[in-house]
Every structure is written in C-alpha cells, then in structure tokens.
C-alpha cells in the first residue's frame, strides 16, 4: 500500500492566503505526486464538500477533504501557514492545513488511517509536533505515525480533547464503535452512560474527531461515554444492551442517523457534528440535564425524522438563532412542497382541460358524467384544491416539528387550520408553527415524575400544547396576522409598473443566489404561499420565481456549450444535464459550477435571474402551477413574453460568465506565454 504522505507532499511555508488558495497550492503537489489527475475536477470537489459546511476547526487546524473520482490513490498533503487562513472556525484562522484526498472506492485500510489521523488531530502533542518541525521528512514521518510526537510535559489547555487511546497511526478497527471512557463514580457507585453516534457527509474526518472529542470529554468529566461512528471506514452498530443501559443519546451528526428507532426512550441532545467536536463538555452536561428533568425524545424511524441538518429537540444546539429558526421554517417548507406541487399541478391541469371557470364547478361526488371533460376537469380541480387545503397546517405542523419532533405535530397541525378558520393565510400557518414549537419545547423543560415520562409525548403534550397554540390563534394573534394577510394581498394586487420591476429584481436575485439554498427556499415559499388564495398578484410572483429559478442551470448549459474550453471535462458534463434540470425548474443544476468558481458564477447568474424577474413582472406574465418549468407553458399568462424573459435571462448570465471566466483565464497567462492547459481553467482563483 503506497503511502499517503511523502516529504513532496508537505509544504512548512505554506503562502497562501485564501483556502481556495491553500487548496491549489496542495493539490498542485498531488498532481505532481500522480496522486490526482484532473486538478480542476478534484478542486471543484474539493469546493462543493466545502460548501456543504467549513472545515476548519478551533485550535488552528483546517481541513478540507472530499471523495473524487480524479484521485488515483488515497492521499494527504500537509501545509503550514505563518499568517493562517480562514476556514471558517469560530477561534480565527488556521496554520495547519491537511488536504485530504480519497478516492471514490477508496479501500477501508486507507479510510481506517485517515480517520485514525483526524483523531490524532484532538491530540494537542501531536499539533505541537506539527507547528515545531522543519524538515518535510520528518513531517510526512510524524503524520504517518512513524515518529511519535516529542513529549512538551505541558497538560492540554481546559477543555482540550485528550490524546485517543490509540496506538500512534492507527486507528480502531473499520467501523469498530468507538472505545468507552473510563468513568469516574458519580456518587452513587453508578456511572452516568452516554451513547453517541457521530457523522459527517464524506464521513473522513469529522465523524472520527467528533468521537475521539466525546470520549475524552466523557473521560474528563467521568462519564461513560460510548460511540458508534457512522463513516466510510464502516459502520459497526452499537450493541443493543449498551444502548438499553444508557442513560443520554447523542447525535453529532450532518447527515442522517441510521436506524434511529434504537435510540427511542431516552434523553437525546441532537446536534451538528462539529459541535462534537468543539462543545463535547457541554453536550454531555446538556445530556446529564435532559436525563435529570425526565426530558424523553420521541425518536422517529429510519427516515421519518427531520431531514438531515433540521436539528430537534430543545434548541439547545450552537447555532445561532437565525440559523435555528431558518432551519425550522425550512422544515416546514420541505414538507410543504409536495402537497404544492401536486395540488398546484392539478389544479392547472385542470384550468388547461376546462378553463379557469372550471373552479365553481358543482362538487363531482354529485354531479360527474364520465365522457365529459369538464366533469374530468372538475374533478381535477378539485383534487388539487383538497390538496391544497392542506398546504398551511403541514407548514405549521412540520415547523413545529421541526422544533420539538413529534409531540409538536398535533398542535402545529391545528394552529395551521386555525390559521385558515380566522382567514391568516400563509403567514398565520408560520407564526402557529413557531409558537406550537416554543409551546412545546417549554412544556419539555419541565420536571416531571418518572411514572408520567410515558404519557408525555403521545397525550399531556399534545394536548396542552394544542389548547395553548389555539387559544392564542384564535384570541390573540389570529386576527392581526389576517389583517397583515389582507394588506399584503392587496399590495401584491396593486403591483404595477416600477414597483412590480422592483419586486421581480429581488425576487430573481434571491432565487439564484444560492440555487436551492436558504434565500431561494424563502423567495419560493413566498410565491407558493400566495398559490393557497391566488390573486393577479400572486400568481405574477410565482411566475418571476420559476422563471428566475431555471436561469442559472440553463445559462451553465449555454456556457459550457458555446465556450467550451473555459470548462473542465467534468463540468461540460455536467453542463449537458443542466439543459434538462434548467427547463424543468431545477436550480441546483448549477451548484458544482458555482462550487468550483462562486466569485464568477454566483454575481453572473445574479443577474440575469434579476434581469429575468423584472422582465416578467413587468411583461405581466403569471402562473398557476407551482413547478414544471417549460412543461407547463400552456398554463402561464403571456407564455411568448414569459420565454422571452428566461431567454433574456439566460444570456446575460451566460455572456457575463464567459467574460469573467476569460478574463481570469487571461490574467493568469503571463504575457509572451502559451495559454495555460486546461487543467487551470475553470478553478476557483
């Protein structure tokens, strides 16, 4: 088995000064070490796993790593920063960067090494040894385990993870779950027992340095602390009886949690993995905490639960307020979504077979002759409009489950159909869902008997919480939020001219900034809301969001076709899907292009989704059906202008990524020089 870090492959003056910096600077070395084979391709991986969530670490340690198809061998390259380099850890920069390659079958012995170095990164000695060496050699040596690291005599710093209870370059075995602290009595003779699962998207290093952070922490603070890592080196499942005996669960997780019905009945803290690694104390104490008042998750099966990254629970995670609240009400609109699209669908299907005077049809359970069209339209219509009823109590309802998992459904669910009885609209269905979840993460602070631990989630939750969330519904709340329904209703129908433009500009703004993300979900749950009681107004903003929306991947398309040589291979692959994914209104086409160069593509499909927005509103285009891109022309006010918009769109976005892309390609030439290979274009300077 080669070896994954030679003295070519570390640099101790490393002068980089961005991370898509540091990352070139050492993948260039792998490049010339045979171990990558398409430097664009692997950077642009690099970026898209960079993407997903930062890679740097508190205590100066940045990694960025992916799994790619253009790495020939499991590899590691080193760099050591004087000035350091953001990598986006909440202590500052780092000045030790790994840069961690593996290849997408990569075999579990390399995975096994990999995840033993990104718990040996928990060890301060070890870091130590990294800051203070200067030879290369002796460098790759220490990485590999082959030179153990120079005893300092210094104790960690508070709160520092202590070094794993692994021999040096080694790991446990592939998929083995972590070793189990030594515990400390905590009075009684009976240790407190945590189980924790950790894990990460590409499941290389922060899965591994979440746990060896927890199993110190739970070693420091004399708790027993056991976990399962759900990794590329394997998945090993904790034994049952370990779990029975436990007394908190734990889950550092960004990707969902395996066979989560295990965990059910105990206390959970549920958060991000790299507060396992940063906040392994806290977590713990938060478990200690949930275990003393009785405070029992109800854990869902498998894939049942919140997507990955929708925490539940309590909110006791790092995040920020705005980011926890962005991720509940992102819930409720993932959830949502389907129940627009197949409504939404049908009720234009419907308006397309028998005509928009097809909505005060008789009821079809009455009346309905099988060869007519427009018993077959009606029945459509009113399908759709059934599915649609449901639109704002599953916002509400998942909004709060979002919050506070399953006890929170029942009064999420009936604040939204409150939301509808008192006329609030869209906006009523998000305020019930966040006040049934702050209801019910309230009702779990409180201590209760053990003998009513059972009963909590499935009745005295549920039904507190809904008298609580109806009361202010429909006494306090309710009948401001209608009244601000009202208005906003009445300022979408009297959008005209520069302010209808205006409104189109930040609407595309917002949908192509970042393609499937956080602003774009909010701009299109925006426009669906507006669906639920579709006005002249409304139905204008859902048109300028879809038309936004597909811009991107359709103007990536056209780049990569009419400039070839400004793309990698990869990405003029990936620009023949984005024909496909642009027409039907898919904007995450063009995240891998905007992952490998975000300074140029980013800014250009901006603006022309801006462009597109306002040329929209102002042609008074609208639309009834909230998906389908091109496929539902027939259904959109003003198709031929509607198209004109996107195809205006579209070019703009494409002629500014191909000048900014050239221009980058030709700065970097110096002058009297052949142009550069393909292997530079279309990185990320």
């Not at 904790?238 to 295990?262: G, M, Q, T």
């Not at 105990?266 to 806290?282: T, Y």
Request: hydrophobic share 50%.
């Amino acid at each position: 088995m080669s070896e994954l870090i030679t003295a070519e492959l570390v640099d101790l003056d490393l002068s980089a000064a961005t991370k898509d910096a540091a990352a070139r600077s050492l993948a260039e070395r792998m490049v010339a070490a045979h171990r990558v084979t398409d430097l664009d391709g692997f950077l642009a991986d690099v970026a898209a796993r960079e993407a997903q969530m930062p890679t740097g670490l508190d205590g100066g340690i940045g990694i960025p790593h992916c799994r790619s198809e253009h790495v020939s061998a499991p590899t590691l390259a080193f760099g050591r920063s004087a000035r350091g380099i953001d990598f986006g850890a909440a202590d500052g920069p780092a000045d030790l960067i790994f840069l961690i390659a593996a290849p997408a079958g990569a075999d579990d012995d390399h995975l096994t090494i990999l995840s033993g170095l990104a718990r040996r990164l928990m060890d301060p000695e070890f870091t130590a040894a990294l800051r203070a060496g200067d030879d290369p050699g002796t460098v790759a040596a220490l990485i590999r385990g082959e030179e153990p690291a120079p005893e300092t005599g210094a104790a960690p710093e508070a709160g520092t993870p202590e070094p794993a209870d692994v021999p040096e370059g080694k790991a446990p075995e592939a998929g083995a779950p972590e070793r189990t602290a030594s515990p400390a009595d905590d009075g009684d003779g009976a240790p407190f027992r945590i189980v924790a699962v950790t894990s990460c998207p590409t499941g290389i290093a922060h899965t591994y340095m979440a746990a060896e952070s927890l199993t110190a922490a739970g070693r420091a603070e004399g708790v027993e602390v056991t976990v399962e890592t759900q990794g590329s080196a394997g998945f090993s499942k904790l034994d049952p009886a370990v779990i029975a005996a436990a007394d908190a669960v734990i889950w550092a997780h960004d990707v969902e949690v395996r066979e989560k019905a295990r965990f059910r009945g105990k206390p959970l803290v549920d958060v991000g993995v790299k507060a396992g690694i940063n906040r392994p104390a806290e977590l713990i104490a938060e478990a200690r905490r949930k275990a003393e008042r009785g405070e029992i998750a109800a854990v869902p099966e498998g894939g049942d639960g919140p997507e990955a990254g929708d925490r539940g629970g309590s909110g006791a995670d790092s995040a920020h307020f705005g980011v926890r609240l962005r991720t509940y009400l992102m819930s409720g609109v993932s959830y949502m979504v389907p129940f627009v699209a197949a409504g939404g669908l049908l009720i234009a299907l419907s308006f397309a077979i028998g005509g928009y005077e097809i909505a005060d049809a008789k009821s079809v359970a009455d009346h309905f002759v099988w060869g007519q069209a427009d018993s077959w339209a009606a029945l459509l219509n009113q399908i759709g409009s059934a599915a649609f009823g449901f639109l704002v109590p599953v916002l509400a309802g998942y909004i709060a489950y979002g919050m506070a998992d399953r006890p929170a459904l029942v009064p999420g669910f009936v604040g939204g159909a409150i939301a509808l009885t008192v006329e609030a609209g869209f906006l009523g269905g998000l305020v019930a869902g966040l006040l049934a979840g702050a209801v019910v993460m309230a009702i779990q602070r409180v201590p209760v008997h053990p003998t009513l631990r059972g009963i909590m989630p499935v009745l005295v939750i549920p039904l507190i919480a809904s008298a609580v969330v109806g009361f202010l519904m429909f006494i306090v709340v309710g009948k401001p939020i209608a009244a601000l329904q009202g208005a906003l209703t009445d300022w979408l129908n009297g959008l005209s001219g520069s302010n209808a433009v205006i409104l189109g500009v930040v609407l595309g703004l917002m949908m192509c900034f970042d393609m499937g993300g956080p602003l774009n979900k909010v701009a299109y749950a925006f426009a669906v809301g507006g669906l639920a009681d579709p006005t002249d107004g409304s139905l204008k903003v859902m048109a300028a969001v879809m038309a936004a929306g597909m811009v991107p991947p359709l103007a990536l398309a056209l780049a990569t076709t009419v400039r070839k040589k400004l793309f990698t291979k990869t990405e003029r692959e990936n620009g023949r899907a984005a024909w496909v994914l642009g027409a039907s209104f898919i904007t995450e086409g063009a995240i891998p292009f905007a992952a490998a160069d975000p300074l140029r593509v980013i800014p250009s499909v901006m603006a022309g989704g801006a462009v597109t927005g306002a040329l929209s509103m102002a042609f008074g285009c609208t639309l009834r059906a909230p998906h389908g891109g091109i496929f539902v022309v027939p259904l959109i006010g003003e198709p031929f202008l509607y198209l004109l918009a996107i195809a205006a769109g579209t070019l703009v976005a494409t002629a500014l990524v191909v000048l900014l892309k050239g221009a980058r390609r030709k700065a970097a030439v110096p002058a009297g020089e052949a142009a550069a290979p393909e292997a530079r274009v279309g990185a990320t300077a």
